[in-house]
């Protein structure tokens, strides 16, 4: 029976491992094959460097079938190896806008992007960096929390959360409150400490402006966009509860968010209210500092909406940077220059468009008596001083842009200004500026049509004679400028005088009917 019983074993075992060596070759041959297979590598190595631009018709086939993404991966790859090294690589006789048009179309085919934000993205990134920002899109950043210093501390914290089967890491060195999740075996959305308001879901980005606005205890601070209230709590958690936040936003539904979680964190200096932005300074004034997250087109949380891949086009980029102006104007007047500890404001938005953030900001230095200070933050690339055919203040460099495919944090733009000045610049010295630093015409009032009214004889000579010395001192520029608002009082007087006579007019009318009557 035992016997029986280990040939039973046996049979379970798996079969012996056979190992098969080679024969043993004369030099020769083993040279012979050497020689074939560098032959083979050389020749694989010349075809993978010739990349040929598909022909017209081979472009036509390939739109009339389904795409395959293969392929145009690796043509991706092909394209911007040559554009890497267009003079060496490059097929003869073919441009580099050739090779651009097709990798324009292979990109937001592949990435399933509309055609005007590609070209904005080609024109901002160079075309390998390009690739890995559009991959960084296609991933979700890590979820990361910020611990609530009003009620825990972060090693707290970090303890129980390991305790609950959460894997979590500080997010940097650059914050003190950061925390990075990998993972959790519990929703880190209703835990205990979460409900307890021990700590706030909100992206590593965002923790940014608040530590470039620097908040002190006992101050006065605006945040003009606060919903949902993320920053709005940091800002209070760094100034201990004291001092006093007015924590604003133009929409009442997001404004029940900012209670809900500022009423969880135990913040209690705190004042909310729901105006439009745009006419605070005729509201409240006189802040130590400010914050505006402005309102803008989202091109640096694709990976949280990819809609933005399609979804926005020129007027849409337009309209959020006027309104962008609009706000930081706004938020400028707000704050007091003479401020004995602030005097700072912080500009800050999620996308990496120029038209939002360095043209936007170079607006404002323009316009106000501002000027750009450090933010504090040891990383992040500078912000453009010269894109494309526009040139922007050299301050800009001290501003900040952080990528998705570089920082592991969603896109965003962080600039800091310090206000100098309550003064607003008249119009005269911003006509000045523009014709310095060579501003379109299209911010300079235009010359008002002259009016129709005659006047008299003397009048006019008079007024014609001050108008020719006047015009005289002036550049053309202010020339449109005086003359409209000169014709605009020309042009008041006769209306003035004309309802002065209509209603002398009515007065006598009435005086003879009575007469008549008593008669």
Same mark, same amino acid.
């Given at each position: ?79 911007? =190896? +040559? ?5 060496? /690589?490059?097929?003869?006789?073919? *441009? %580099?806008?050739?090779? !651009? #048009? ?35 899109? =296609? +991933? ?5 929390? /910020?611990?609530?210093?009003?009620? *825990? %501390?972060?090693?707290? !914290? #970090? ?361």
């Amino acid at each position: 029976g035992s016997v029986q019983l280990v040939n039973f074993l046996l049979c379970l075992l798996p079969a012996p491992l056979q190992f098969h060596f080679p024969r043993r070759q004369d030099s020769g041959s083993r040279d012979h094959e050497d020689n074939a297979e560098g032959t083979d590598l050389a020749l694989n190595m010349d075809v993978e460097e010739q990349f040929v631009l598909p022909s017209i018709q081979e472009m036509q086939d390939m739109t009339s079938h389904p795409p395959d993404l293969h392929a145009i991966r690796q043509r991706i790859q092909d394209n911007v =190896e +040559v554009l890497q090294d267009f003079v060496a /690589r490059r097929e003869a006789e073919r *441009t %580099r806008q050739e090779y !651009l #048009a097709l990798l324009r179309k292979d990109l937001a085919m592949y990435f399933s992007y509309g055609d005007y934000m590609i070209e904005k993205l080609m024109e901002l990134f160079p075309v390998c960096e390009l690739v890995d920002f559009l991959e960084a899109n =296609e +991933v979700q950043r890590p979820v990361t929390i /910020r611990t609530n210093t009003l009620k *825990t %501390r972060r090693r707290d !914290l #970090a303890q129980v959360l390991i305790n609950r089967g959460v894997n979590l890491d500080p997010v940097g060195k650059w914050s003190k409150t950061g925390l990075v999740i990998y993972d959790s075996s519990v929703p880190i959305g209703a835990t205990p400490e979460y409900l307890a308001g021990h700590y706030m879901l909100q992206g590593a980005s965002s923790l940014l402006p608040v530590i470039a606005l620097a908040p002190q205890e006992n101050e006065k601070i605006l945040d003009m966009c606060c919903a949902p209230g993320g920053k709005t709590s940091y800002i209070a958690q760094l100034m201990k509860n004291t001092g006093m936040i007015l924590a604003n936003d133009a929409n009442a539904e997001r404004l029940k968010s900012v209670v809900g979680n500022l009423h969880r964190l135990g913040v209690t200096n705190t004042v909310v209210s729901n105006y439009d932005g745009r006419q605070f300074p005729k509201i409240l004034g006189g802040f130590d500092r400010a914050l505006l997250d402005a309102p803008c087109s989202g091109t640096g949380v694709i990976s949280k909406d990819p809609m933005i891949k399609t979804s926005k086009v020129e007027g849409d980029l337009l309209r959020c940077t006027h309104l962008q102006k609009e706000l930081l104007l706004s938020a400028i007047d707000s704050v007091d220059a003479d401020s004995e500890t602030g005097g700072y404001l912080v500009y800050c938005t999620c996308s990496v468009t120029v038209e939002e953030n360095e043209w936007v900001t170079d607006y404002a230095l323009k316009k106000r008596n501002v000027k750009l200070v450090p933010t504090g933050l040891d990383f992040g690339k500078e912000g453009f001083t010269r894109f494309r055919e526009r040139r922007f203040h050299p301050s800009l460099k001290l501003a900040r842009r952080f990528y998705p495919h570089t920082h592991n944090m969603d896109g965003f733009y962080v600039v800091k200004f310090k206000k100098f000045s309550n003064m607003i610049p008249k119009l005269l010295k911003e006509v000045d500026s523009t014709l310095v630093t060579g501003q379109t015409s299209s911010d300079i009032p235009e010359p008002v049509s002259a009016p129709g009214a005659k006047q008299s004889k003397e009048n006019s000579n008079d007024q014609g004679l001050k108008v020719k010395k006047q015009l005289n001192t002036l550049s053309p520029t202010q020339k449109k400028t005086g003359l409209k608002v000169k014709r605009k009082s020309v042009q008041q007087k006769p209306i003035a005088i004309q309802k002065r006579l209509q209603s002398t007019a009515k007065t006598q009318k009435r005086k003879f009917k009575k007469f008549k009557q008593g008669q």
